[in-house]
C-alpha cells in the first residue's frame, strides 16, 4: 500500500464509511423491500438479518482490513497462493458494478438537469425511454442514447478528478462534504413531506404489518439480501477503507456506528417516499397501490409524475431528491472502485495516479456500452447476473476461507483492543456456519431465478461476463509483480 494511502481522521474514514453504504439503493430499492415483504413485520427479519450478517461480517472486514493494511488480492494470497484468484475474481465483479452503476447516476444527472424546468413534459415514462434509459427492444443496441453518453463522460471526468488524489485528499474531502449535505438534504425532505396532505395515508401503507409473511421464506431472503448489498459486505470495500486507518480506533464501535447511520438513512427516506406517495394518492384520487414501484420506475416515472402536481413547490424537492440520489450514488461509486484500483496498484507497483487513470479510461468506455438504446434492459441484466450470481458466492466463500482457511482468532484482540463492544466464540461461530449456508442458499436461489428467466440474449451476456472476470483473473494471478517505479 502507498504510505499515503491513510485517512487523516477517524471522523472522515467514518464519513467516508457512511458514504460507502448509503447508495441509490438505499432511495429506490428500500421502501419498495419494505413494503412488498409484510410492511411492517418486515422489521423483524431486517433486524434480525443486520445481527447475524450484517454485523459478524462487517466487523470481520474491519479487522482484516485494520490488521492487515494490504490490497484484498495480496490478502488471500498469503492465506493461501491458490486463494489469489478469488480475490480477483470479486474485486473484478465488483468493478463491473462501478461501470454500469455510473450510467445509472447518468440518468439521474439527466433528470435533475431537467428538474428545474420539468424538462421530462407530461410523460416522464416517454422521456426515460426516448432521452434516458432506452427500451428492451434489441434493435436499439446500435444506437447511443446521446443525454445518458454526455452525462456518463462528465461524471467518469468529474470521477477521476476526484479518486486521482491521495485517499483523504480526494475520497476523504468528498465524503466530508457531501455526507453533511446528503443527510440535511433528506431532513428537509422527510420533514417537508410530513406536511402534505395525505402523508398518513403513505405511513399507514407502509408500517401496516403482514404477520403472516413471516412465514415466507422469500421474505427473509429479501431481509438478508438488502443487508448484505445495503452494507456493500464482502465486497471488498470495506476491507480496503479499513485498510486505509493509521491510527488505533474503536473498530467494533465504528461499524455499529455505520450499521445503524445506514439503516436510520433508508429507513427515513421509506418513510418520506411513501408519505409523498401518499399525497400523491389522495390529491389524484389514485390508489397508493398503483403507485408503489421499484427502481428506475419510482425514481424516474413515478416521482416526476408526482412533483407536477406539487406545483412549484415541486420545482425546489425535485432537484434536491435527485441530487441527494447523486451524492448518495457517486461515494458509492469512489468505493465500488477503490477494491480493484488498491490489488492492480499493489500487484504492479502503479503510483495511485496511474492506477485511476488507466481504470477511469477502461471504466469510462464499459459504461458507454450501457449508453444505447437498450440502456436500462442492460443494465437491469448485468444487475441481477453480477450480484445474484458472481458477487453473491463469492462472499460465501470468503466466509468460509476466513473461518476455515484463516485463524480468524488472531484478529479478535485487534477488534477488542479499543472498543467497547466486543467480539468472540457467538461472532466466530455465525461466520464459520451460520453465514456460509445462508448465503450458499440464496445463490441457489438466485441461480434458479437467474436460469428460469434466462433467453439467448441474457445468457450470451452471463456468458461473456463470466468468461472475461476468469480469463482476467487467471492472467492477474499468473503475472509477475513488477519493481516499484517511480510515480507519474
Same mark, same amino acid.
Given at each position: 500500500?502507498?504510505?499515503?494511502?491513510?485517512?487523516?481522521?477517524?471522523?472522515?474514514?467514518?464519513?467516508?464509511?457512511?458514504?460507502?453504504?448509503?447508495?441509490?439503493?438505499?432511495?429506490?430499492?428500500?421502501?419498495?423491500?419494505?413494503?412488498?415483504?409484510?410492511?411492517?413485520?418486515?422489521?423483524?427479519?431486517?433486524?434480525?438479518?443486520?445481527?447475524?450478517?450484517?454485523?459478524?461480517?462487517?466487523?470481520?472486514?474491519?479487522?482484516?482490513?485494520?490488521?492487515?493494511?494490504?490490497?484484498?488480492?495480496?490478502?488471500?494470497?498469503?492465506?493461501?497462493?491458490?486463494?489469489?484468484?478469488?480475490?480477483?475474481?470479486?474485486?473484478?465483479?465488483?468493478?463491473?458494478?462501478?461501470?454500469?452503476?455510473?450510467?445509472?447516476?447518468?440518468?439521474?444527472?439527466?433528470?435533475?438537469?431537467?428538474?428545474?424546468?420539468?424538462?421530462?413534459?407530461?410523460?416522464?415514462?416517454?422521456?426515460?425511454?426516448?432521452?434516458? !434509459?432506452?427500451? #428492451?427492444?434489441? =434493435?436499439? /443496441?446500435?444506437?447511443?442514447? *446521446?443525454?445518458?453518453?454526455?452525462? @456518463?463522460? %462528465?461524471?467518469?471526468?468529474?470521477?477521476?478528478?476526484?479518486?486521482?488524489?491521495?485517499?483523504?485528499?480526494?475520497?476523504?474531502?468528498?465524503?466530508?462534504?457531501?455526507?453533511?449535505?446528503?443527510?440535511?438534504?433528506?431532513?428537509?425532505?422527510l420533514i417537508y413531506s410530513f406536511t402534505?396532505?395525505?402523508?398518513?395515508?403513505?405511513?399507514?401503507?407502509?408500517?401496516?404489518?403482514?404477520?403472516?409473511?413471516?412465514?415466507?421464506?422469500?421474505?427473509?431472503?429479501?431481509?438478508?439480501?438488502?443487508?448484505?448489498?445495503?452494507?456493500?459486505?464482502?465486497?471488498?470495500?470495506?476491507?480496503?477503507?479499513?485498510?486505509?486507518?493509521?491510527?488505533?480506533?474503536?473498530?467494533?464501535?465504528?461499524?455499529?456506528?455505520?450499521?445503524?447511520?445506514?439503516?436510520?438513512?433508508?429507513?427515513?427516506?421509506?418513510?418520506?417516499?411513501?408519505?409523498?406517495? !401518499?399525497?400523491? #394518492?389522495?390529491? =389524484?384520487? /389514485?390508489?397508493?397501490?398503483? *403507485?408503489?414501484?421499484?427502481?428506475? @420506475?419510482? %425514481?424516474?416515472?413515478?416521482?416526476?409524475?408526482?412533483?407536477?402536481?406539487?406545483?412549484?413547490?415541486?420545482?425546489?424537492?425535485?432537484?434536491?431528491?435527485?441530487?441527494?440520489?447523486?451524492?448518495?450514488?457517486?461515494?458509492?461509486?469512489?468505493?465500488?472502485?477503490?477494491?480493484?484500483?488498491?490489488?492492480?496498484?499493489?500487484?504492479?507497483?502503479?503510483?495511485?495516479?496511474?492506477?485511476?487513470?488507466?481504470?477511469?479510461?477502461?471504466?469510462c468506455l464499459g459504461s458507454l456500452l450501457?449508453?444505447?438504446?437498450?440502456?436500462?434492459?442492460?443494465?437491469?441484466?448485468?444487475?441481477?447476473?453480477?450480484?445474484?450470481?458472481?458477487?453473491?458466492?463469492?462472499?460465501?466463500?470468503?466466509?468460509?476461507?476466513?473461518?476455515?482457511?484463516?485463524?480468524?482468532?488472531?484478529?479478535?484482540?485487534?477488534?477488542?483492543?479499543?472498543?467497547?463492544?466486543?467480539?468472540?466464540?457467538?461472532?466466530?461461530?455465525?461466520?464459520?456456519?451460520?453465514?456460509?449456508?445462508?448465503?450458499?442458499?440464496?445463490? %441457489?436461489?438466485?441461480?434458479?431465478?437467474?436460469?428460469?428467466?434466462?433467453?439467448?440474449?441474457?445468457?450470451?451476456?452471463?456468458?461473456?461476463?463470466?468468461?472475461?472476470?476468469?480469463?482476467?483473473?487467471?492472467?492477474?494471478?499468473?503475472?509477475?509483480?513488477?519493481?516499484?517505479?517511480?510515480?507519474?
Open positions: 500500500m502507498s504510505d499515503n494511502s491513510s485517512w487523516s481522521s477517524i471522523k472522515t474514514f467514518l464519513l467516508a464509511m457512511i458514504g460507502l453504504t448509503i447508495g441509490i439503493g438505499n432511495i429506490w430499492r428500500f421502501s419498495y423491500v419494505f413494503y412488498s415483504n409484510g410492511g411492517g413485520s418486515f422489521f423483524i427479519p431486517y433486524i434480525i438479518a443486520i445481527i447475524v450478517m450484517g454485523l459478524p461480517f462487517l466487523i470481520l472486514e474491519y479487522g482484516l482490513g485494520y490488521h492487515f493494511k494490504e490490497s484484498f488480492s495480496k490478502l488471500l494470497h498469503d492465506i493461501n497462493p491458490k486463494f489469489e484468484i478469488i480475490g480477483w475474481m470479486l474485486v473484478l465483479f465488483v468493478f463491473v458494478v462501478v461501470i454500469y452503476y455510473m450510467v445509472i447516476l447518468s440518468w439521474d444527472l439527466v433528470y435533475f438537469l431537467n428538474s428545474f424546468t420539468f424538462g421530462w413534459g407530461t410523460d416522464p415514462s416517454a422521456f426515460f425511454a426516448a432521452n434516458v !434509459g432506452g427500451s #428492451s427492444n434489441l =434493435s436499439g /443496441i446500435i444506437s447511443i442514447i *446521446l443525454p445518458t453518453f454526455l452525462c @456518463s463522460i %462528465i461524471l467518469w471526468a468529474l470521477f477521476w478528478f476526484v479518486s486521482n488524489r491521495d485517499i483523504d485528499e480526494g475520497i476523504g474531502r468528498v465524503s466530508r462534504i457531501l455526507m453533511p449535505l446528503l443527510f440535511i438534504i433528506m431532513s428537509f425532505i402534505l396532505p395525505g402523508f398518513k395515508l403513505g405511513l399507514t401503507t407502509l408500517l401496516t404489518p403482514n404477520w403472516a409473511m413471516l412465514f415466507d421464506i422469500n421474505v427473509w431472503l429479501a431481509a438478508f439480501a438488502q443487508i448484505i448489498f445495503s452494507l456493500s459486505i464482502g465486497q471488498a470495500m470495506v476491507y480496503t477503507y479499513a485498510s486505509y486507518l493509521s491510527e488505533k480506533t474503536r473498530l467494533i464501535d465504528n461499524v455499529f456506528m455505520v450499521v445503524v447511520a445506514n439503516c436510520l438513512y433508508e429507513i427515513f427516506v421509506a418513510f418520506g417516499i411513501f408519505s409523498i406517495l !401518499g399525497y400523491m #394518492s389522495v390529491t =389524484s384520487s /389514485i390508489p397508493i397501490t398503483e *403507485l408503489i414501484s421499484d427502481g428506475t @420506475s419510482l %425514481i424516474f416515472i413515478v416521482l416526476p409524475e408526482v412533483f407536477e402536481v406539487m406545483g412549484p413547490i415541486g420545482r425546489i424537492i425535485a432537484p434536491l431528491l435527485l441530487v441527494s440520489i447523486l451524492f448518495a450514488g457517486f461515494t458509492s461509486s469512489l468505493a465500488l472502485f477503490e477494491p480493484l484500483l488498491s490489488s492492480i496498484c499493489e500487484k504492479f507497483n502503479w503510483s495511485r495516479k496511474k492506477g485511476v487513470t488507466v481504470l477511469t479510461i477502461i471504466a450501457f449508453s444505447t438504446g437498450i440502456s436500462c434492459y442492460l443494465v437491469e441484466i448485468v444487475d441481477t447476473f453480477v450480484n445474484e450470481f458472481g458477487i453473491l458466492i463469492l462472499i460465501a466463500v470468503q466466509a468460509i476461507i476466513f473461518t476455515w482457511y484463516y485463524d480468524v482468532d488472531e484478529v479478535i484482540p485487534v477488534l477488542n483492543e479499543n472498543s467497547a463492544i466486543t467480539v468472540g466464540k457467538k461472532w466466530k461461530f455465525t461466520l464459520k456456519y451460520i453465514l456460509p449456508l445462508m448465503l450458499i442458499v440464496m445463490w %441457489i436461489i438466485g441461480v434458479v431465478h437467474i436460469i428460469y428467466n434466462a433467453d439467448p440474449f441474457k445468457v450470451g451476456i452471463y456468458l461473456l461476463i463470466t468468461f472475461a472476470v476468469v480469463i482476467l483473473s487467471i492472467f492477474l494471478t499468473k503475472a509477475h509483480a513488477r519493481k516499484a517505479e517511480d510515480n507519474i
